[in-house]
């Protein structure tokens, strides 16, 4: 066993009994207030940090706080507008199935409407076909009545029209019926009956201006130049001469003496020539030719023979019944018969075999 040498032991034992050096003593105080000031830095930076970050943690609080408020008022919101919404869709799907009940009801209702209009009411080619026949009769009576040419091709036109829309190849037959027939009307030559009507109705309306023959008056003959140093004696001479030449007077006439009138007479004279012309005129409507030429010349008889030929309304007025006198009427009118009947025989297949498809409901 080793032992241990007491003089090392003594020597430690001297050390710790000297007393230890200022210089060294100084340096140890130094080091220590430093360590001291640096833990009291650390301690305060750590207070600063503890007393930031709490400030902001608080302040993050708050504000999660506020946003967590206004999230909860939000949702309530929503809450409750999805309640109104869920209300107001009930409500709706209620209105919605209450509108598609009378929505089927209404169909129904309309589908038997249609039925019922279809059993009763006749169908649309059937309402234009009998159209098309009272147009067709009616331009027949215009012909056949008062020969109005224009009137039945009008109607013609407007029948033909009609059968065209229709779009059926049915009625192919009648349309060429109305296309002979318009043939016809277009060849029948033209009389303004309207025009000759109102020369007529002036003529009638001039009959009391125009001057018989009996009133006829020669012009005076032009005065005689007077000298003006002509004595009284011979002046008066003159006057007398001119007043014996008035009471005869010597004519000599290229034409025969015109008949005497008295004025009773040329009242029936007047009477009579007007009811001449309103002959002609009557005549002229119902499309006579014989009657309506023989009361034109009988009243230019009456105007050459009773009333004065000199005078220019009288010159027109023979004139005006010249023109008539030579117009040439439209002999025997066509009829349209055939356009009728076409139209009567399409109507008859077209009642026999009735439309009777029922709608499609929507």
Do not use: C
Not at 11 to 17: K, M, S, T, V
């Amino acid at each position: 066993m080793q032992t241990i040498s007491p003089e090392p032991e003594r020597d430690l034992q001297a050390a710790r009994a000297e007393p230890p050096n200022p210089a060294a003593r100084r340096g140890g105080g130094f080091a220590l207030r430093a360590l001291w000031l640096v833990v009291i830095l650390a301690l305060l930076a750590g207070g600063y940090a503890w007393y930031e970050q709490r400030s902001a943690t608080q302040s993050l609080q708050s504000d999660v706080a506020q946003r967590l408020q206004a999230a909860d008022a939000a949702v309530a919101q929503a809450r409750a507008r999805e309640s109104d919404l869920a209300n107001a869709l009930r409500e709706a799907q209620a209105k919605l199935a209450l509108l598609e009940a009378r929505t089927s009801e209404f169909q129904s209702q309309q589908a038997s409407l249609e039925a019922l209009y279809r059993d009763l009411a006749p169908s649309r080619d059937e309402l234009a076909l009998s159209e098309v026949e009272q147009i067709l009769v009616l331009a027949s009576q215009q012909l056949v009545l008062g020969g109005n040419v224009q009137a039945a091709l009008a109607g013609l036109q407007v029948a033909d029209a009609k059968l065209a829309r229709l779009d059926r190849p049915q009625v192919a037959t009648a349309r060429r019926a109305l296309a002979r027939d318009m043939d016809r009307l277009k060849a029948v030559p033209y009389v303004d009956v309207a025009g000759i009507s109102i020369k007529l109705d002036q003529l009638i309306a001039a009959v009391d201006t125009l001057p018989l023959a009996k009133d006829e008056r020669l012009p005076a003959p032009p005065p005689a130049a007077i000298p003006a140093d002509e004595p009284a004696w011979v002046r008066f001479l003159r006057d007398v001469w001119n007043d014996l030449r008035g009471v005869i007077r010597i004519e000599v006439a290229d034409r025969p003496a015109a008949p005497l009138v008295t004025p009773q007479q040329s009242f029936f004279l007047r009477e009579n020539l007007r009811l001449r012309l309103l002959a002609a005129r009557l005549a002229l409507l119902a499309r006579d030719e014989r009657s309506f030429k023989a009361d034109i010349q009988a009243a230019s008889a009456w105007l050459r023979q009773y009333f004065d030929l000199q005078s220019k309304p009288v010159q027109a007025a023979l004139a005006t019944l010249a023109q008539h006198a030579a117009l040439a009427m439209p002999g025997e009118m066509p009829d349209l018969a055939a356009s009728i009947d076409a139209v009567r025989m399409l109507k008859a297949v077209a009642d026999r075999v009735p439309d009777h498809a029922p709608a499609r409901a929507k």
